[in-house]
């Protein structure tokens, strides 16, 4: 049984910073792809980026050099660093796991809410 669990959204100020955690059970993140994706009011759900087994990474245009994805095999923790927000960053955040082609587990979600 794999369980995502998020945490670390909050309320912060624009150009403020959170970093948001993803801890993962009955899976070893470091063998697999994590995504993070988030979604806002009444807008579809969208990629922000990944990290795969190796350790690659791939973002979203829009959060391009603002958002670090990073993984602690230690702790089987992925890590979604995010700087200079703004407040169409607002949105649920999730973290997912994909095992082959899908992603195939997925969190509770995390909201992060930026005020301008």
């Known amino acids: 049984q794999v369980q995502l669990v998020e945490s670390g959204g909050g309320l912060v100020q624009a150009g403020g910073s959170l970093r948001l955690a993803c801890e993962a059970s009955?899976?070893?993140?470091?063998?697999?792809?994590t995504g993070w994706f988030r979604q806002a009011p009444g807008k579809e759900r969208e990629f922000v980026g990944d990290i795969n087994w190796s350790a690659s990474t791939n973002y979203a245009d829009s959060v391009k050099g603002r958002f670090t994805i990073s993984r602690d095999n230690a702790k089987n923790t992925v890590y979604l660093q995010m700087n200079s927000l703004k407040p169409e960053d607002t949105a649920v955040y999730y973290c997912a796991l994909r095992l082959g082609t899908n992603y195939n587990y997925w969190g509770q979600g995390t909201q992060v809410t930026v005020s301008s």
């Open positions: 009955g899976r070893a993140l470091s063998s697999y792809t």
